[in-house]
């Protein structure tokens, strides 16, 4: 079935620059837009960045821009999120998703990770 | 900062009908037409519920249902049901932002 997973999070210190992955299955990955979105601690849910299906066209939130890039190995079937410079508001669940193609809205989630920033 | 803004809370009774608005903070009104609704459950991932103002994806209830008018987007569940109780949150791309989530609304049923 369709499926998204994601990897990388945990206990990070300020600073450090992990990667998070997002492994696809169940579809076509190479014809899909992706996007990372993030949810802080009971808090409501912030656009991170999307990618194009093919990687030639990338956004982020203000937030994140000059910090974290998106970008995707279709050969892989794997979108990836590289966070440099984390502070302690990127504490966050972070989701990927896949765009609908039929239509607008991200019709696809995985169960996320976690990502803790704290020294 | 969002440019989506939601109401935190709307209530209702089982069977009874409620609407959630999303109001944008652009003037210009040609933003927000691509707006979807999502449905996120404690400690689920979110679910599409509604895409391009008013589809409705395969398998969601049509008990779901979304409009918009002027720069003001809403989500009507009908029949309300226990298991609608979640937060709500619209969602649109944006000339300015790119991409923007609204600040959420949790659906209480009593």
């Known amino acids: 079935q369709v499926q998204l997973v994601e990897s990388g999070g945990g206990v990070v210190q300020p600073g450090r620059s992990p990667r998070l992955s997002c492994a696809a299955s169940g579809f076509t990955f190479g014809t899909y837009g992706m996007h990372w979105v993030r949810q802080a601690p009971g808090k409501g849910l912030e656009w991170v960045a999307v990618?194009?299906?093919?990687?030639?066209?990338?956004y982020y939130a203000d937030s994140v821009k000059g910090r974290f890039t998106i970008s995707r190995d279709n050969s892989k079937n794997t979108l990836y999120l590289q966070m440099n410079s984390l502070r302690g508001e990127d504490t966050a669940m972070y989701y990927c998703a896949k765009e609908s193609g039929s239509s607008t809205g991200m019709d696809v989630w995985g169960q996320g990770t976690t990502v803790t920033v704290s020294s | 900062q969002s440019a989506l803004t939601q109401p935190a809370s709307v209530s209702g009774s089982p069977g009874q009908s409620i609407t959630i608005s999303c109001t944008g903070a652009s003037s210009d009104l040609d933003d927000y037409k691509y707006v979807s609704w999502y449905q996120q459950h404690p400690g689920k991932a979110p679910k599409l519920i509604i895409s391009?103002?008013?589809h409705r994806p395969s398998g969601v209830s049509n008990r779901f249902s979304g409009s918009k008018s002027g720069n003001t987007a809403s989500l009507t569940i009908s029949g309300l049901h226990t298991e609608d109780e979640a937060d709500y949150y619209c969602s649109s791309y944006t000339s300015r932002t790119f991409y923007v989530f609204g600040t959420g609304t949790r659906v209480t049923v009593l």
């Open positions: 990618i194009s299906y093919d990687g030639g066209n990338k």
């Open positions: 391009d103002v008013s």
